[in-house]
């Protein structure tokens, strides 16, 4: 099978901090390799993933998160939730929520 063919096979992945009211969206692009930070409102969340093909979306297990991921389970993505102590290594601020 081509590289080309399995990239497209393998389902992206998107990344989510979640908050009250503002969450962070970040995932690379296939085609260019270009990162992308995108800030998203409660209400916009999921018209974002409706609008998006399946994809793997992780997200730091919280109490919002079994919400969000059933709610995105529901429109077809594979969700993935991480427990803190494994999400730690990828912070880069001195962020300590």
Not at 50 to 60: D, G, I, L, Q, T
Request: proline fraction near 4%; glycine fraction near 4%; hydrophobic fraction near 45%.
């Amino acid at each position: 099978m081509s590289a080309a063919k399995k990239s497209q096979m393998e389902p992206s992945t998107i990344a989510i901090d979640l908050a009250k009211r503002v969450f962070q969206i970040h995932y690379v692009d296939r085609e260019t390799g270009a990162i992308h930070s995108k800030a998203l409102k409660r209400a916009q969340l999921v018209p974002f993933f409706a609008n998006r093909p399946s994809c793997r979306v992780v997200m730091e297990a919280c109490g919002s998160a079994h919400h969000w991921a059933r709610t995105l389970a529901r429109l077809g993505h594979d969700v993935r939730l991480i427990a803190a102590q494994f999400v730690r290594p990828f912070v880069k601020s001195n962020k300590n929520e």
